[in-house]
């Protein structure tokens, strides 16, 4: 009945920097795909997929996440480095936090080895994942108000904005 057409509904989308074909994208029921330029999608991670992003610096090291379930470790953000498959990266990460459904994922496009996941705190790696720390005190205490937005300030590294779903 689609004639072909690769459509899905999009959690997140994120842009190669240079090649405006290459993208990658968190769907919903449809895992994280990724995209060449081709008018199919190739399966990258399977599970509902979340944020995603691409480094700027690195076009080849891509970072997402599946559904966040407290207290399970397969949750948290992930990275793919050249190609390769998507290799969970939460040390230092509270699992036993309260997040939203699909936390933030969200990499500084200044300082592309920073980024940050927001749960219940906003957590921040300068190390493109390797390891994570508390870089806000908690914002959040339940499930439904877990952070849902993250924006770096491009002046400033020390100025993070987040939101939560209660507007904290």
């Not at 968190?26 to 190739?42: A, Y």
């Not at 891509?62 to 290799?87: H, L, M, N, Q």
């Not at 940050?116 to 914002?139: A, I, M, N």
């Amino acid at each position: 009945l689609n004639a072909g057409l690769a459509v899905t509904q999009f959690r997140s989308i994120a842009l190669h920097p240079t090649n405006p074909r290459i993208a990658i994208g968190g769907t919903q029921d449809n895992g994280t795909v990724g995209s060449s330029g081709q008018p199919l999608w190739e399966g990258l991670l399977s599970a509902d997929g979340g944020f995603v992003a691409i480094d700027p610096a690195n076009p080849s090291t891509r970072y997402g996440e599946i559904e966040w379930i407290k207290g399970s470790t397969p949750s948290g953000p992930r990275r793919s480095d050249a190609g390769g498959i998507f290799v969970i990266k939460d040390n230092g990460i509270d699992h036993t936090d309260a997040a939203a459904p699909f936390p933030p994922l969200v990499i500084d496009e200044a300082r592309p080895d920073t980024l940050y996941f927001g749960t219940t705190h906003l957590y921040r790696t300068v190390d493109r994942g390797e390891s994570w720390s508390v870089f806000s005190p908690g914002l959040a205490a339940n499930l439904g108000d877990g952070i849902l937005a993250v924006a770096p300030a491009a002046s400033n590294p020390a100025a993070v904005y987040a939101g939560t779903f209660a507007g904290k």
